[in-house]
């Protein structure tokens, strides 16, 4: 399956601004002590060989900062799909990992997640392994941020591969957050 351009480009920018903003731990970091919740909305649309999959997915993480760059997090989602030629469906899921928080002097915190997880439909569960992500949060005041990313999972299931790559967009409310 082909991954969309957009995803790609966005995926590339994410990591580039991951890997250049230096910079010493500051306001901008998220301090060790901090609870994150942050709801989500990802979309991925793939096409190959004349067939489309449209993804849409919603859901959130929670996230405990056990450092200012370390932060084990747990996510669910329930995302809804469709193949494009009358086979659509629901699916949920669930994985476990960590992000790292690139610490900064501004307001603007690049991150790295992986994970892994399962996914299930119906009957059947599929691992999902690995689950990679990279992006930007914008810090707004103390409590807030808005986050903007790209995810990448292999999901398994009895043989059968597929690659999803979805653009990501949350919001993230911290607790406790030092000021």
Do not use: K
């Not at 501004?106 to 994970?115: E, L, T």
Request: proline share 4%; glycine share 12%.
């Amino acid at each position: 399956m082909r991954v969309s351009r957009t995803a790609f480009t966005l995926c590339l920018v994410s990591v580039l601004m991951c890997l250049g903003v230096p910079g010493t731990a500051h306001a901008g970091s998220v301090p060790a002590g901090t609870v994150e919740i942050a709801p989500t909305f990802a979309y991925a649309h793939t096409s190959a060989n004349g067939a489309s999959t449209t993804v849409v997915s919603g859901g959130g993480y929670v996230g405990y900062a056990v450092t200012s760059l370390i932060e084990p997090r747990l996510r669910i989602a329930i995302d809804h799909f469709d193949l494009g030629f009358g086979i659509a469906g629901t699916t949920n899921q669930m994985t476990a990992g960590a992000t790292l928080n690139f610490p900064v002097s501004g307001s603007v915190v690049p991150f790295v997640d992986a994970g892994a997880g399962f996914v299930r439909f119906g009957d059947n569960s599929s691992a999902i392994l690995p689950e990679l992500g990279a992006g930007v949060r914008a810090l707004i005041g103390n409590s807030t941020s808005l986050n903007i990313g790209v995810a990448y999972q292999r999901q398994t299931d009895q043989g059968t591969t597929e690659d999803v790559v979805l653009v990501t967009l949350g919001v993230s409310f911290f607790l406790n957050r030092a000021r």
